[in-house]
């Protein structure tokens, strides 16, 4: 199994070092935040069923987590003019 990344490394500039950003420490509060919002979720799946959007209501959870997950090793670098910008996820 895929695990999302623990950490992001943010960087500015040239000369300047990396920021490294802890994302660990959000994703107890996003599994907080999932348990809180799962009855709504599912009353709008059941409302939503017999329309295409019930699935897809029900399905989001499991698809945000794929793609959470899936940024794990991505590497931005994006050069603006005489400025760089770093973003890696680890």
């Known amino acids: 199994m895929n695990y999302p990344p623990l950490l992001?490394?943010?960087g500015i500039g040239r000369r300047r070092f990396p920021v490294w950003l802890p994302l660990f420490l959000l994703w107890p509060v996003a599994a907080a935040l999932a348990i809180v919002l799962a009855p709504l979720v599912l009353l709008a799946a059941l409302i939503l069923w017999?329309?295409?959007?019930?699935k897809l209501v029900l399905l989001s959870g499991p698809i945000l987590l794929r793609i959470l997950s899936a940024l794990r090793g991505l590497e931005l670098n994006l050069n603006l003019g005489s400025r760089l910008l770093q973003i890696s996820f680890k």
């Not at 017999?50 to 019930?54: E, K």
């Open 8 to 10: 992001m490394r943010l």
């Open 50 to 54: 017999p329309s295409v959007w019930g």
